[in-house]
């Protein structure tokens, strides 16, 4: 199984357990991370939604690109990617609070899960980035556009994609993007940023969402997530893609 689900006191944590592959999305990840969501929304047993990857070199490197390499065209590239984007945006607008629990590298889809929920802890070891730039695509399951909308000012936004490259816990925290820094075990540091907010009825919680999720649906957010989707889906075709993931999917097989 490639992710596990604990369920206790009213915090799911869902942990991509593929640490051999630094807790790369593959198609069974997707699928766990959607019955989850559709679990919370269809019953009153979880408080909070926690997203971490196992292990602690890795929260999650991204689609995985040995299994997505098989996608050519822009066509094939929009099912899978659409699909995920579509459980991001699930995600992104779920009714109970949701923490990326970021005990490791987060870089591509990896930093796009982490922006979709609604708080980032990350570990002072850990680096994140939006690297998809040095594949030669764009984000592609949502995240420049949650980026945008997480109320980082525009230019640390802008730069953080187009840096395509994973910044140091410290500068996440500087930019606004993570919102704290933990060091030692990640379930205390959980335990920490959620012990105030326990203390306070369910429905609060939902109603501070309700009047967060009203100004994404005036924004139009799922419109534009589907734009997104669309432009990485065309570059996801092109040759310096390709040459892209074959480089590092040959620099893997040459280490061995
Ligand atoms: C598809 C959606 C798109 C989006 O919308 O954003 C994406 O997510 S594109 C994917 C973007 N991600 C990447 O390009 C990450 C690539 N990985 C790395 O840069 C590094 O692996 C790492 C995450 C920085 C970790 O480095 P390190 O600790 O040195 O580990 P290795 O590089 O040796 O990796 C170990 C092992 O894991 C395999 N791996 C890592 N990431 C992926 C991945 N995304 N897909 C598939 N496989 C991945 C890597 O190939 C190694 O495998 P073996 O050689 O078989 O051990």
Request: aromatic content about 8%; charged content about 30%; some cysteine.
């Amino acid at each position: 199984m490639s992710y596990k689900i604990d369920l206790k006191e009213g915090i799911l944590t869902f942990t991509i357990d593929r640490e051999e592959k630094r807790n790369a999305v593959n198609d069974e990840v997707m699928d766990g991370l959607k019955k989850v969501i559709k679990h919370i929304k269809e019953n009153k047993d979880v408080r909070f939604l926690v997203i971490t990857g196992a292990g602690e070199k890795a929260f999650c490197s991204g689609g995985d690109l040995s299994e997505f390499h098989s996608l050519k065209t822009a066509e094939e590239a929009f099912g899978m990617l659409s699909k995920m984007g579509n459980i991001l945006y699930e995600l992104a607008t779920l009714h109970v609070p949701t923490i990326a629990l970021i005990n490791g590298t987060a870089v591509g889809g990896g930093c796009e899960i982490a922006t979709a929920c609604d708080f980032r802890l990350v570990a002072r070891h850990a680096k994140c980035g939006f690297i998809q730039g040095t594949l030669a695509i764009t984000t592609g399951w949502g995240g420049g556009t949650y980026l945008f909308e997480r109320g980082l000012r525009h230019d640390r936004a802008l730069k953080m994609l187009i840096d395509a490259k994973p910044y140091d816990a410290q500068t996440l925290y500087d930019i606004g993007w993570a919102m704290r820094v933990f060091d030692g075990p990640k379930e205390e540091a959980l335990e920490a940023f959620i012990e105030d907010m326990k203390k306070v009825h369910p429905s609060v919680h939902h109603a501070y969402k309700e009047i967060e999720l009203r100004k994404w649906r005036e924004r139009n957010v799922y419109g534009r997530v589907m734009e997104e989707i669309r432009l990485c889906a065309k570059l996801w075709e092109s040759e310096e893609h390709e040459k892209a993931v074959e480089r590092f999917l040959s620099k893997s097989s040459s280490q061995k």
